[in-house]
């Protein structure tokens, strides 16, 4: 009896051991600058879109983009949309209505809040006083994603926290210094976030 407890008590020393050392794994330090310079909007479902058709008012309309990613118009049906910029949804909607117009110019505008698609939306776990999921905004930063979600718990590590980066060519997990931004006022550890970050706040143990 004593001996499996002494394998109960050294089972459970490990697995803290291996929680702790994993939570002490470090990251380097992310890239101040990350976004680029050339991005675009990318629309995803339930954003709002204008259709602005040139000297064609009653084609004109605001739609929402469905939860397949489509939009429907007046003469344009199931076009898809997520994942495209404005500019090439309005090429594409042009290419739609010249079969029964001729040369028709397009306007896409993107209305009210934007959405965007989920691989490029940012996330935030753990420790936040409010986690949840942001629209990616072009040169948003760390600051405005802690802004967002009403800054860190007071169980948060926020020295320890990290950014899981997941867009094709800066894929990687990088450490973030939350707490020193936020409550030391260093400007120094804001960070540009990039399109589908994943903020992870640990909670702290001590």
């Not at 380097?28 to 675009?40: G, I, K, L, S």
């Not at 594409?92 to 117009?101: N, T």
């Not at 009210?112 to 040169?139: F, N």
């Not at 950014?163 to 450490?175: H, L, M, N, P």
């Amino acid at each position: 009896m004593i001996f499996l407890r002494s394998r109960v008590l050294l089972g459970a020393m490990l697995l803290l051991v291996g929680i702790l050392m994993l939570g002490c794994r470090s990251y380097p330090p992310a890239p101040v600058t990350a976004a680029a310079q050339d991005y675009r909007y990318v629309l995803g479902p339930g954003d709002l879109v204008n259709i602005v058709v040139w000297r064609n008012p009653e084609l004109s309309a605001t739609v929402t983009v469905r939860p397949d990613g489509k939009i429907a118009a007046p003469l344009v049906e199931d076009l898809q949309a997520a994942g495209k910029d404005p500019t090439t949804l309005a090429r594409d909607i042009e290419k739609v209505l010249a079969r029964v117009i001729r040369d028709p110019v397009v306007n896409v505008i993107v209305a009210g809040a934007m959405v965007g698609p989920y691989s490029e939306q940012i996330r935030v776990v753990g420790e936040a006083a409010r986690p949840q999921v942001l629209a990616y905004r072009h040169k948003m930063t760390l600051l405005d994603v802690m802004i967002a979600v009403g800054v860190i718990t007071d169980f948060a590590d926020g020295n320890s926290a990290t950014v899981v980066r997941t867009s094709e060519g800066k894929r990687g997990q990088y450490s973030v210094r939350i707490r020193d931004l936020l409550k030391r006022g260093d400007i120094s550890a804001n960070v540009e976030m990039v399109p589908g970050d994943v903020v992870i706040i640990p909670q702290t143990w001590f």
